[in-house]
């Protein structure tokens, strides 16, 4: 399978800022890219980010003061160094601008140990998109200071007879904190045990609820995992 290279221009501000590194003042910049991917640490302790559009990147100057771990989620800015023709083992030779960490998590389905726990206190859902195996939320809510929890539930009892259906909703459970201050991040949360063996793709359907503080009808993503590219 021969991978393209594609940039995502995208401009995202949120409440914390990624780390950064590299001087960009110069105006023979090259091409930026923004995408979200894995941490993938080679045979000897290379760096390499395996994003969502299935490119492996090994990453030549970035940020000294990011941690970079196994398995580790995140969303970097980059610039492409070199393209690796010599071998496989990698698809680009990059530059990082920025990385941020992003926080994954899987989907919870609700029962009756959870269902009166898992919090629905009001949020604000800017967008929401699927990329590789991941389903990716842009929120915002109010609070001052606390950590709150920000889930993506399955209820079985919203669920119909059509499989290729999912219906999902976001939860936040703001832990009575008090409404001073507007925040907002991504998170991701992992898709593949929402595939259905008999099916390529399902739909992710987020229908209104009354702790959406933005109504809309409903929002409706594909998810599509069975069909390789050529």
Same mark, same amino acid.
């Given at each position: 399978m021969r991978k393209y290279l594609f940039g995502l221009f995208i401009a995202l501000f949120f409440g914390? !800022?990624?780390?950064?590194?590299?001087?960009?003042?110069?105006?023979?910049?090259?091409?930026?890219?923004? #995408?979200? !991917?894995?941490?993938?640490? !080679?045979?000897?302790? #290379?760096?390499?980010?395996?994003?969502?559009?299935e490119l492996l990147l090994e990453l030549d100057n970035y940020p000294a003061s990011f941690d970079f771990e196994e398995e580790q989620r995140v969303m970097i800015q980059y610039s492409v160094s070199e393209l690796n023709e010599e071998n496989t083992t990698y698809d680009y030779l990059v530059d990082v601008y920025s990385v941020q960490e992003v926080r994954l998590k899987d989907v919870i389905e609700l029962n009756e140990e959870n269902r009166d726990t898992i919090g629905d206190d009001q949020i604000y859902i800017n967008e929401v998109w699927v990329s590789g195996d991941f389903l990716n939320i842009d929120f915002q809510f109010y609070g001052d200071g606390k950590v709150h929890y920000i889930n993506v539930v399955k209820d079985p009892d919203e669920q119909t007879d059509d499989p290729a259906k999912i219906y999902l909703q976001v939860r936040h459970d703001a832990r009575e904190d008090d409404m001073e201050e507007i925040y907002r991040g991504i998170m991701s949360f992992r898709l593949e045990p929402l595939q259905v063996e008999s099916l390529e793709e399902v739909e992710l359907i987020f229908e209104n609820q009354s702790f959406y503080s933005m109504p809309y009808s409903q929002i409706e993503v594909d998810y599509e995992y069975g069909v390789e590219e050529e």
């Open positions: 914390v !800022g990624f780390t950064s590194c590299l001087d960009d003042d110069n105006e023979s910049t090259p091409m930026r890219y923004l #995408e979200m !991917g894995i941490v993938k640490m !080679g045979e000897t302790d #290379e760096i390499r980010v395996l994003t969502d559009s």
